[in-house]
């Protein structure tokens, strides 16, 4: 049995879908942060067969929830302060991204205007969509 030790603050972000926890880190820039982070995959769960975890030391002022949902909503954070979960995040989509993801349409301004962010707004949040706010182009999906 593979032992992980508790974070003493910080935050864990649980229920990741198996095999896309090198994803979140890279969508969170965990990378560029300087803290301690854990990656666990293929975890056993009783409610998803298997998953991934990430415990992440440091600030969760640092974690982009918004990027966070808009990867998967159904992903839950735990706050750590002082070795125990003081609080649970709930993800909701947000209703607005920027520069998370780029515009594939070769004709959206944003291809000409290089130094313009790229902006999605959720267009049906029941199907989950979203559309450059310029071309109204649906998103392609981060991974689902």
């Known amino acids: 049995m593979l032992n992980v030790g508790k974070i003493e603050e910080g935050f864990v972000l649980d229920h990741i879908k198996a095999g896309k926890s090198m994803d979140i880190y890279e969508h969170l820039q965990l ?67 920027k520069n998370v993801i780029r515009c594939r349409n070769p004709r959206c301004i944003t291809s000409i205007e290089q130094e313009l962010p790229h902006i999605f707004v959720l267009a049906d949040e029941e199907k989950e969509i979203y559309r450059c706010k310029y071309c ?5 999906p981060v991974f689902k």
């Open 136 to 140: 109204e182009e649906k998103a392609s």
């Open 31 to 97: 990378g560029k942060l300087d803290c301690t982070v854990a990656i666990i995959k293929n975890a056993r769960s009783e409610k998803m067969g298997k998953k991934d975890i990430l415990k992440v030391e440091c600030d969760i002022n640092q974690l982009d929830l918004d990027v966070l949902a808009f990867i998967d909503h159904n992903i839950t954070v735990n706050v750590i302060k002082d070795g125990e979960i003081v609080d649970k995040k709930e993800l909701v989509l947000p209703k607005m991204i």
